[in-house]
């Protein structure tokens, strides 16, 4: 059966479900009704499932649309699958939401259905970020929890995230049996929406409270933030849910001149003043470098509308605000915070990163004497490997080059609340020795490495995007290029296939990581390109990584249009 015929089957079996309301089935209507059968394809041409951030779609009729249904049904299977592993016991769950479109009428959904299942529920009573969710499960002692969230996604977006007891989001085999319990239900009409408010519960702040004193233990340099409180910082949180916690945060750590972004400082979902609500991007963070300038700020911060990463910009030697790209900004943060552990603490500790993020960690590991593992991207991964790790090593670190952060293991998810915490310490650690932000990440390299990174992201919407994302990957994997602009390939590693070739030698070795769908090329100069489907948007993406030595502060600018120059032939060749 080709796409157009699945979604008239699936649109269809909307229209006779006595469960879908009358305003959706009108819509379905319309789409079916229309020439061009292109949107009635996107809305039903499959069934939403779990990528690397769980569920997550534009809002919408349709098996392919975020909506009540859909979420219901994901919600129901769940619900399932936790009665299915935990027979007999009484089962909790908790649930947060943010500032996006629909998000609180979601998590009622999510309430309702949870409670209809003769399952407790702790419900935010307003929206919060998501690591605040990841905490509260373990707090709580829940069983599972959900957080209604698209992350940095634009505003048609949203997203229902799933996460098991131990604070993570769902990794293989819960995702996928979720998805088994979801495909079992076999209408909508299984689903239980008739809620049960005796068994909801409105999370105080007290789990708030708790939160903070967990960052609060681990902060380092707590003198130099008694002495430099008075650092200027700017914050935005990009219309988002960090507005109700980071400002709390720092404040509770000492700082006493934080200045918001005030014209987003008010919760919006439909994110007036951005393009798009991504801390990586320039234009999101125009705003905040704006204020940082009128102000001569020492850090510049922006969250994203869940509060799990954080953008970062600081000065340069000429007193102009730039941004840190994802790699500069967590390389920073290990630097200063490995640099702060004692010896014990790092022969006993650990830190983590995604295979996609900057080898230059590595390097700083390596040489200043903890262990660095590397996981699969997205966050459950660093996460999952915390609990193999439980007993053996301590967690001290982790983070993913796409400005994710996380730090100690009270939370098991990136966190963007305490990453600001951590570098508004930073900023005054540095202040109080006299340096800048700028000098700390020049000399970084010049006693670790340059490395440099570059990111190409090739949208593909639709499911004429989604197959030509597969037939790229196809191509990659089944024909792969010896060469990448004017440079011999050496190593190819699949992670699909779990094969690493050596072109060299000619020998294969096993990747011992769970399989996915990456192929990662290591060139004959030391440039490694990583190549992936993103598991949250239409995209593919090509991470570029170049790297060579710094051998003196002067010769920065040199070297960095060096590497430029050296990343923008990279990507030339990838397009073309």
């Known amino acids: 059966m080709d796409l157009l015929a699945q979604s008239i089957a699936r649109a269809n079996t909307w229209l006779n479900s006595p469960v879908v309301d009358t305003d959706s089935k009108d819509s379905i209507k319309k789409l079916l009704a229309d ?12 069934e939403l499932e779990f990528g690397t951030g769980g569920l997550r779609g534009i809002m919408g009729v349709g098996s392919n649309c975020m909506n009540k249904y859909t979420l219901g049904a994901a919600t129901q299977g769940l619900a399932n699958y936790l009665k299915k592993s935990l027979p007999g016991k009484e089962i909790k769950v908790a649930i947060a939401y943010d500032c996006r479109n629909n998000s609180a009428l979601f998590a009622q959904v999510t309430a309702d259905v949870f409670s209809a299942n003769g399952i407790f529920v702790y419900l935010f009573p307003e929206l919060r970020p998501t690591p605040l969710l990841s905490f509260a499960i373990r707090h709580l002692q829940c069983d599972s929890g959900v957080v209604i969230t698209a992350s940095h996604n634009p505003k048609e977006y949203n997203g229902y995230k799933a996460y098991w007891s131990d604070g993570a989001q769902l990794v293989p085999p819960h995702d996928k049996n979720v998805i088994d319990e979801v495909n079992a239900i ?12 005796s068994k909801i519960s409105r999370i105080s702040k007290e789990v708030e409270e708790a939160y903070y004193n967990n960052v609060n233990r681990l902060i380092p340099a707590k003198e130099s933030i008694k002495r430099q409180h008075e650092i200027p910082l700017v914050y935005s949180s990009l219309h988002g849910a960090g507005i109700t916690m980071v400002p709390e945060c720092l404040s509770k750590l000492g700082f006493t001149n934080l200045i918001l972004v005030n014209e987003q400082s008010e919760p919006d979902g439909n994110f007036p003043t951005v393009q798009s609500p991504n801390p990586e991007e320039q234009s999101a963070m125009e705003l905040a470098l704006k204020k940082a300038k009128e102000v001569n700020a020492e850090l510049v911060m922006a969250t994203d509308p869940d509060t799990d990463r954080v953008g970062i910009g600081i000065k340069d030697k000429s007193g102009n605000y730039f941004l840190l790209n994802g790699n500069q900004a967590f390389s920073l943060m290990m630097w200063f915070i490995m640099k702060n552990l004692s010896d014990e603490e790092k ?15 590595d390097t700083i590991a390596s040489k200043m004497g903890i ?11 660093i996460a999952e490997l915390m609990g193999k790790m439980e007993g053996k090593k301590t967690f001290v670190a982790a983070g993913e080059e796409s400005y994710g952060y996380m730090v100690g293991d009270f939370v098991r998810d990136k966190d963007a609340v305490s990453a600001c915490a951590f570098f508004a310490a930073l900023a005054a650690s540095a202040k109080d020795e006299g340096h800048t932000l700028y000098d700390w990440l020049v000399q970084m390299y ?3 490495g340059f490395y440099k990174e570059g990111l190409v992201n090739l949208v593909r919407k639709g499911a004429e995007g989604e197959q030509e994302i597969k037939k790229m990957m196809e191509k990659f994997r089944n024909s792969p290029p010896t060469q990448i602009a004017g440079k011999e390939i050496v190593r190819i590693l699949d992670y699909k296939t779990s094969v690493e070739k050596n072109v060299l030698t000619k020998s294969d070795s096993t990747i011992t990581l769970p399989k996915s769908d990456v192929i990662q090329f290591y060139l004959e100069d030391g440039t490694k390109i990583s190549v992936r489907p993103s598991g949250t948007e239409p995209k593919i993406k090509f991470y570029i990584s170049v790297h060579t030595q710094l051998k003196s502060a002067k010769e920065f600018d040199s070297v960095d249009n060096e590497l430029t120059h050296k990343i923008k032939e990279l990507e030339r060749a990838i397009i073309e």
């Open 35 to 46: 020439a061009n059968p292109k949107q009635l394809i996107d809305s039903f041409y499959k």
């Open 186 to 197: 076999g209408g909508y009409e299984n689903i239980n929406f008739q809620s049960d408010a």
């Open 347 to 361: 022969k006993n500790g650990y830190i983590a990163k995604t295979i996609v993020t900057t080898e230059l960690v």
């Open 371 to 381: 262990e660095c593992f590397n996981t699969l991207t997205g966050f459950k991964y």
């Open 446 to 448: 010049v006693d670790f």
